[in-house]
Every structure is written in C-alpha cells, then in structure tokens.
C-alpha cells in the first residue's frame, strides 16, 4: 500500500514539502488541504495586485489543485479546514467550509504547515467593512475590488511593517490620500531606527502621512461601513484601513492537537522539522527553528525560509535525513523607490542577545557616481568585538543594489569578519558597482573600530 | 628623516598602496610616477566617455596631482617615465618624458604598480592612425575626438574580450557600424562557451557583424590612415579600429631591473606584495597572486584585485603584515542589454587544472514572473565531484542582476558545496527576485548530478 502523506497548508512550506516530496518518492500519496480558496500563491505579490501593476490575480498563482494534479501529480483539497489531528488513530478530522461537511484524513506521516495569523489590535472595529489584513490572497481581491469600486478616497494603515508600508505604496499609487499610524517609535522592527527613518522620508516624500508614537483607539464605523480612524486625539476620516501590528505562526491546531509549543511561540520542531509527535512534522511561519546567529529558537515569518523549511521536510517525507539549519531572516522590500535589505541580528537584536556588538553605517554609491542614474546606498554592519565576525548587516538604497544583502547574508552564514569582508572578491563595472563595493567601504571603516 | 616610499604607477594599485600607506603612517614621505598625463582614473570608465554617456573626461579622474597633494599629503609626478631601479644604491632611474630631462628619485620602500599591457597582434598596420587599444585615458579622449570629428562611420574591432565588447557596444551607441573579428572560437575566453554564446546573440541583436573563428591579416592604410582591415578572404573597409587580442603584465622595468618573474609571466610577488628585491613590492596587474580556486601562481587584469592588493602593500609599508589572499576573478560587465557576471573557474579551466569537474546551468528569472520588467537570468554552476565544492560561476542576465555574481564569489571564497549553497538563506520580493533564487535553483538542480 502506498505511503498515505497528508499536508495542511497550501503555501510555501506546505508546497515545497509536498513537490519535493513526491519528487524522490513518486510512490507517495500526498493530499494537500488548505482552507482557503487557493493553493500555491505568492501572497508577497498582493500589494502589486492590489496596485495594479499585476492585472490578474491568477498571476500570482502558480497551481491550481488542477495543475497540481496533473503535474505533479499531488491532490489538493481546498476549502477544507483541519480542527484536530488525532495522532492515535493517524488521522486530520477537517471540515469543509462550504458544505460543511465532515472530512477525516488518514495519515502515514503529517505536515503542519498552517503558516502565520496576523495580529488584531484588541480594539474596536476591527470586523468593519473595508478594515483589512493581508494574510489570502482573497484579501487581495476583496482589497482591489474596494478600490476598484471608486468608492475609496482615504485608507489609513495601522502598524508599520513591511505589509503596512507595501500597501502604503500601492494604495498611493491608485491616488488614494494614505495615513500611516505607527505605536513604536520607528517603522519596520526588523532594521535599526537610523536605517528606518530614511524609510519614512521617502514614504513622507511620497505623501504618505506617516504618524509614529501614534496609538489607534478605535476603528468607527456607521452601519458597520468603517468611517474613521480614532487616535487618542482625533478622528481622521478614512474609507479603508489595512492592519498590520505583528503576526505570529497559527499554531491553533496544534494547540488544540496537544503539540508542543516552543519558546518562540511557534510550534516545537527539530532540525528535521519533527514535531513532539510522532511522524509529524511543521514547517514554515507556525514551525519553530533557530535564528542561526544568536542561536535562539526563533520563528520566521518569511515565504524564503517556509519553503526552505518545506524543503527538508519533504526530503524527510521521503526518507532522507535533511536538517534545516535556522534562518538568519535574510530580506528585500521595495517601498517607493528605495530598496531595504537585512539579514542577520540588528544593532538593538544583537545587544538584547548580550554580544558585545558594535555597527559602523557609511554611504556610498549603487554604480560609478559618473554613470548616469545611480543612487545612494546605505550599508550598517552589525559586529562583533573585538573578533569584528559579522553579525548582521541592513541596506537602503536601490531596489536592485539592496539585493546585495545575499553577499552578506553569505558572509554571515560563513562568520566572516570584517577583516575577511573586506578582502572578499567582489565584482565592480561602472553600471553596476564601485570599485570598492559599499559592502567592503563599511567593512575598512568598521575594521577602524576594533 | 622621513621614510621615503616611492611608488611606480598612479592608477588601482599604486593609488590604493599610496593611500592607504599614508592614512596610516602620515609621516611617510611618498611619491607617485606616472608615465601617462593622468593619475588615479577608472580605465573601465573610457568606453561610457568614448560613447558620450560620461560628457567630460575628468569624471572619469578621482584626483589630480594637485587634489592628491592637497587631500591626501602624497606627491605625484606624471608624464614620468620609470627606466630603471638601481636597488643597491635605492634609487629609481626615469625620465620627463616632456623635457627628456632625466631624473632619480631615491627610495625606502618602493612599490612597482606599473599595470597591464595591451597585447598588439604582429601584423601590419598596427601603428596607423585610428588603430587604438585601451590602456590609458589619453586613448579615450583620442578615439572620442576621432568620433567627434565625424569621419568615422565603420569601426573593426579585433578580438572580443570585454574591452571589445564594451567598446562595440560603445561605437554603436554612436552610430557607428561595426564589426568584430574574433580568432577563436568564441567571444570572452573568461565565460564558458555556453554562456559566450549568449552574448554573441546579444551583439548580433544589436546591429554588431561577430565573425568568429577570423584572424585579421592586417590593418591597410594609406597614407598612415586607416583604410581597412583584411582577413584572409576579405578586405573590410573602416575608418576606424580597436584591438583586444589579449593584455599582458607590464613586467618591462622589472625585467630590466633584475626582477624574477613568476609562473605566470607576472612579477613575482609574496602574499605581502614583496618581490625578489629588498623593500621592493609589486601590486596589481603586473604582480603575481594565487587563484584562489585553483591555487596556482596568476595575474589579475581586474581594477578590483589591483586595488585591494595594492591596499595590502600599502598596510605593509607602514609596517603592518598584511596579506593578499589572491583572486577569483570575479567581475561584472554590461554588454548592451546584458549583464555577464563570473568568478572563479569555468568549466574549461577546472577541466585545465585537473578538477574533476562537473557543471549545471538552469535560466531563471531576476524578479516574479509577473512583476513588470523583469529579464531571464542564466545561471552556470562548476562543481567538483563528488563534494559538489564550488568551483566557479557564471551568470548572464540583467545588468542589476549579474551583480548577484558576489553572492557565489563569497560562497567560493568560503569553499561551499552545492548542498549549502542550496541551504543559503536569501532575500526574495517580487520586484528583485524569486522566491528560490535562480542561484539556489542551479544548486539544487546541480546536486542531482552527486
């Protein structure tokens, strides 16, 4: 009898686990149930769906169970939501959220790849008409068609991270009037504050009404049709308001499945991706691995390390021994025009973790300052003393030059030092470097401090 | 009394020995030789001056002898030929190549930076007039007025290394018809011949006539100028002609100073930049270095690994111990649309030195499939077996793109395998990049063949 695999989640880590799976073990019989309506999107590519820039939300999707079927020859079942694994009996009891029907899954071995759940505020409004999250790709289209309605003139964002300030552009980009409310003192957690306030010059350059320190009260609506946003102040009117205080790995099933929890607050997962139970494993945003420098249980919430994660577990489906090192939270965003990368700890990261960090930021150059259309880029290392190794690194500059955060994304996986950095083979073309790279600019300067 | 540091050559490697050795030892007494008009300039800048995208020539100048004096404290004579080094008396025989005047200057340490070397093909025609190579910037500004003149309307361009790429690309941008003979069989001995071919489709796209496989028999002239070139069949008519048959180190002061020279036909050089003479370094393109993939003695004709071996000569003459690894050759160029990136080995030199060498190439793409501009991206992988180590890289695709080349030459500096490669963790959104990088894809893709 063939080896029975079910997968709950349909996404990054859920498809990878399931495609690489069935790639080295054709004999396994895998079935993929997602409760939404769609498998195998990029929800990273909402925001340009909702801007338009993407015409079809079918572009963002890359099987449909169909296709998946056919060519992958992997089942998909979706609509389907699974409330309890009963590891006993080897089985996921589901629920079909259209006919409400009662869907029992058999098991050889299981992935929970339920993903992340974005934070509500514990405030009022939030269940308003035309208050959204961006978690599906349904938010997407029901975002877009709110838009599209012309019924929308205003939108405030509430939270100022990588969701709230990709909408913020694509919702300028549509001519919406954008108010942007942000709690802490800074936007984007996950860079230092001096790299983010260049983020909030060019969102300000831009039009965008960014208000940090600023606590939203209440979401008021009329007739359930949201009205305006409440700060402790003022009411300022708005038509729509997207949320994005945090997110945290949807761990409810494996809750209520009597899982381990692990400190992060994800679910417990070696490096194999193997929950407390038996023959079950997690990947992705709801799975617990390692932050690869400080060396702590983290979890991420990236769609890169949820299908690398996937990855190994769909090695593992098939019987190999896979580890999945941890992640160091390696990322690129485009807001307006200005790119942001990081990897690895920030300053603030790596003092909580007790290094006895340093950082050293310098300003150079995305190509020759003679080529036409250069830009700036910003380079912060993170360091540590006094062997100066590597523990983090952020870039804002251009889109394109940002993408550079992989090379020290790979000087970090490696503990390079600065010293190392700095002797690194790096290419240089007046289009598309300096002859010192921006990168080994930061790395002399800092070596100057140890 | 101060130390006297005499250095021959005022381009990457002299200037970055210079600079950095004054930083840290202010108290140096240092003098720079120039045999050319100009000091401190990127030579990779001419073809973007030559085609008019740069508009004045002294963009592509960093400093004069007078800014050098004034901001850094370093003295520099140009138009100052180096004849001769008498090492038992310290002293270095030249001559004002403007009055004939000769002149000695005395030394400490001495550091001979004195470059590459066009190769000219031994044929005739050669000294006409409009038959350049790119070796100086005095070259740039002569083919610019040659084109500025407007009686140049067909150029031939002879060997397709990357200054005859950039040039053809350069000459074409002015209007210029050109064709580029090639004696080999492909363009860029540097890239695979795969890979090559792409960049042949690229030119040919762009109006270039690439003849492979053609040896010019001589440049024909009348009257010292350019009529045409004749290959063995045929006699093209043109105005005007570059040749980029190949560089070499410039080792002719060292050579008639006594100076060994090493394996690889460049000055010899330890990895502190200490030649066979006492207190006498060599650094850049006329230096020898290792290949840090193969390990054997090479020279480098890239601005890049001139300037950070000059940088380590620098820290050595004020009295550090610093050491220069070596080279991957690693480089970017912009070739019309394209971008060619490459470090390491290609797949014929792996084979050369005896690698049991394997290679995987996979085309990806440089964003999301959906995301509006986005370019494929070809990727080449040579791996040994059966470790899978990185062995070297190859990427063709956007310009923005090819600069990803940095990621691999930090993997390869740091000796990883497929397998990690493949375990990398790399940034993704949409507008920059895709969820598995086409680098991670062509290691994954590769470790099928272990």
Same mark, same amino acid.
Request: glycine share 12%.
């Given at each position: 009898m063939r080896?029975?695999?079910?997968?709950?989640?349909?996404?990054?880590?859920?498809m990878a686990a399931a495609s690489r799976a069935k790639r080295l073990s054709p004999d396994l019989d895998i079935t993929v149930i997602e !409760?939404?309506?769609?498998?195998?999107?990029? =929800?990273?590519?909402?925001?340009?769906?909702?801007?338009?820039?993407?015409?079809?939300q079918d572009e963002l999707v890359n099987f449909t169970p169909e296709t998946l079927k056919k060519q992958r020859g992997i089942?998909?079942?979706?609509?389907?939501?699974?409330?309890? *694994?009963?590891p006993g009996r080897r089985r996921v009891v589901c629920r079909d959220l259209s006919s409400g029907e009662k869907l029992d899954f058999e098991y050889d071995q299981l992935v929970i790849a339920t993903g992340y759940r974005p934070t509500l505020p514990p405030i009022q409004g939030v269940d308003l008409q035309n208050v959204f999250t961006v978690s599906l790709l349904e938010h997407g289209a029901q975002m877009r068609r709110a838009?599209?309605?012309?019924?929308?003139?205003?939108?405030? =964002?509430?939270?100022?991270?990588?969701?709230?300030?990709?909408?913020?552009?694509?919702?300028?980009?549509?001519? =919406?009037?954008v108010y942007l409310f942000e709690q802490g003192r800074q936007l984007l957690p996950q860079i230092d504050e001096d790299m983010a306030e260049l983020l909030k010059v060019e969102l300000e350059k831009n039009g965008i009404q960014v208000h940090l320190n600023t606590r939203v009260a209440e979401f008021r609506g009329e007739k359930g049709t949201l009205q305006g946003?409440?700060?402790?102040?003022?009411?300022?009117?708005?038509?729509?308001?997207?949320?994005?205080?945090?997110?945290?790995?949807? +761990?409810?099933?494996?809750?209520?499945?009597?899982? /381990? *929890?692990?400190?992060?607050?994800?679910?417990? !997962?070696d490096s194999n991706g193997l929950t407390s139970l038996h023959n079950v494993f997690a990947a992705g945003n709801c799975a617990e691995t390692t932050n690869l420098v400080s060396g702590e249980p983290a979890f991420s919430l990236l769609a890169t390390s949820a299908a690398r994660q996937g990855?190994?577990?769909?090695?593992?489906? /098939?019987?190999?021994?896979? +580890?999945?090192?941890? +992640?160091?939270?390696?990322s690129v965003e485009k807001v307006f025009g200005l790119g942001v990368g990081r990897t690895g700890l920030?300053?603030?990261?790596?003092?909580?973790?007790?290094?006895?960090?340093?950082?050293?930021? *310098?300003?150079?150059?995305?190509?020759?300052?003679?080529?036409?259309?250069?830009?700036?880029?910003?380079?912060?290392?993170?360091?540590?003393?006094?062997?100066?190794?590597?523990?983090?690194a952020q870039i804002v500059g251009s889109e394109a030059a940002c993408k550079? *955060?992989? +090379?020290? /994304?790979?000087?970090?996986?490696?503990?390079?030092?600065?010293?190392?950095?700095?002797?690194?083979?790096?290419?240089?073309?007046?289009p598309v470097g300096t002859l010192w790279d921006p990168i080994q600019i930061a790395a002399n300067v800092g070596l100057r401090k140890l």
């Open positions: 080896k029975k695999v079910v997968v709950i989640g349909g996404n990054s880590a859920g !409760a939404s309506r769609f498998i195998s999107y990029g =929800i990273c590519g909402v925001p340009y769906f909702v801007s338009g820039l993407v015409d079809r089942r998909a079942r979706t609509g389907v939501k699974a409330h309890e *694994i009963l838009l599209d309605s012309g019924e929308c003139q205003r939108a405030a =964002i509430v939270g100022g991270g990588y969701v709230g300030l990709l909408m913020a552009d694509a919702l300028r980009s549509r001519g =919406i009037e946003i409440c700060t402790g102040s003022e009411l300022v009117p708005c038509d729509l308001a997207l949320i994005d205080v945090g997110s945290a790995p949807n +761990t409810e099933l494996a809750v209520k499945s009597g899982l /381990a *929890i692990g400190q992060s607050g994800a679910i417990q !997962a990855r190994v577990v769909g090695e593992n489906l /098939a019987g190999m021994r896979s +580890t999945y090192p941890g +992640t160091l939270e390696t920030t300053y603030r990261q790596a003092l909580e973790n007790r290094f006895d960090a340093d950082v050293v930021s *310098i300003e150079g150059f995305d190509r020759a300052p003679y080529y036409p259309g250069g830009a700036k880029m910003h380079v912060k290392l993170v360091f540590g003393k006094p062997t100066g190794r590597l523990l983090g550079r *955060i992989d +090379t020290l /994304a790979v000087a970090l996986s490696c503990q390079l030092t600065l010293d190392e950095i700095s002797q690194l083979d790096l290419a240089y073309s007046p």
